[in-house]
């Protein structure tokens, strides 16, 4: 029994180095890059860092499926830090990305965040994808690419919208950051190049509003009040460029029976603000005003369609600059699996440009000019409505371009 049992063994043994003998050549062993992903998890802020952290899990999700389906050995893994939508903790981070020497990071973050901490971004030595800066200060070469165009872009957008709804007066009501300042500057060139006026601009300290903001809402009131003398309500509005702290400006606001006569519109920072629908006195007078906020438009796809379902299901949210987030993580992974994680910045630069056009991206065509900043895209025109006995983000005007 013991000698039979020595004989299958030596069979079995060699049957299987035969057939080790006839498998051809060897595999390529896979190799696993890096991508880091700075988003704003938690912590107060206007980028819901929630929505995009599920964007960024099922792009690699997504991109590991197709890097196995096309027989390439390469495969990405996110590793996710969360900036907690504090600059300190975002300067931390990006430090630390440096020193680990990503070759790719998605910096989630706003104009203001990527101008105050420009020279640690480039001191990464990494390509930085960012979904959401929009300043035209930063459209410079560098490897810092943005994925949605800058505000000269918008700006145009907004003032058409003002315009085709009939308004000949607006007044400002702005911060005094990066962003608010330079799209007040944008919009209010734009809108005079189109024949209309800035009755007055109001800016407040991003930092320091809760000291003056009944004075700056007065301010606001008196200005608008001003404006009507001699021209109807339906051609005048407040502009408001705000993040968060809007909320509260819309609070004080309804507080002020001539402010609710003019029609409102906003920038991308303060669209589809969760906070802002849980208040009830900023959502029913922002839903009275018809305040008016843009955002780069949803394709209409079957899989943009689907993308944002699965991100709803992830993350309990829709927000419309996570599918932009899910393209910067599949181009910086389809950058890699081309040039290798030990490409230095130069040659990641030129194939993700490469890569870029031949990318069919979810939130449409993805062209980079010279700056690195997608050169056009579409937007939407979101407001806050009311049904169910809650209110909610509700799409006013689809597509607009310029």
Known sequence: MKRNMVLLLIVGISLCMGCGGSSGPAQTPLQTVQIAALLPVTGGGPINGKAERAAVELAVEDVNAHLAGI?????????????????????????????????????????????????????????????????????????????????????????????????????????????????????????????????????????????????????????????????????????????????????????????????????DGLGQNSALLQDAAAAAFASQVGLYAPLIAEANSATYAALKARIQAKSGSAYSFAPVMYDALWLAALTLAEAGGGAGPAVLKTTLIAKAAGYSAVTGPLVFNNAGDRSACAYDFWAVGYWGGAYHWVKAYSGRTR
């Open 71 to 267: 027989g390439s050995s390469t495969r990405v893994e996110a590793v996710i830090y969360d900036t907690q939508s504090s600059l300190d903790e975002e300067f931390r981070l990006i430090t630390e990305v440096g020193n680990k020497k990503y070759p790719f990071a998605v910096f989630s973050a706003t104009s203001n965040t990527l101008s105050l901490l420009k020279s640690q971004v480039d001191a990464t030595g990494a390509i930085v994808l960012n979904e959401a800066s929009t300043t035209p200060s930063l459209a410079i070469d560098d490897n810092l690419f943005r994925l949605v165009p800058e505000d000269r872009y918008s700006a145009r957008v907004i003032s058409d919208l003002l315009r085709e709804n009939g308004i000949e007066k607006v007044v400002f009501y702005y911060r005094d950051d990066t962003w608010g300042l330079t799209l007040q500057q944008e919009l209010a060139s734009a809108f005079t190049a189109a024949g209309g006026a800035v009755a007055d601009s109001i800016v407040y300290g991003f930092r320091t509003y809760p000291v003056d903001m009944d004075e700056k809402v007065a301010q606001l009131d008196a200005s608008i009040t001003l404006a009507l003398g001699g021209t109807p309500a339906a051609k005048v509005a407040v502009v408001l460029l705000a993040f968060d702290e809007g909320v509260e400006i819309l609070q004080k606001a309804a507080a002020y029976p001539t402010l609710a006569t003019v029609k409102w519109y906003t920038g």
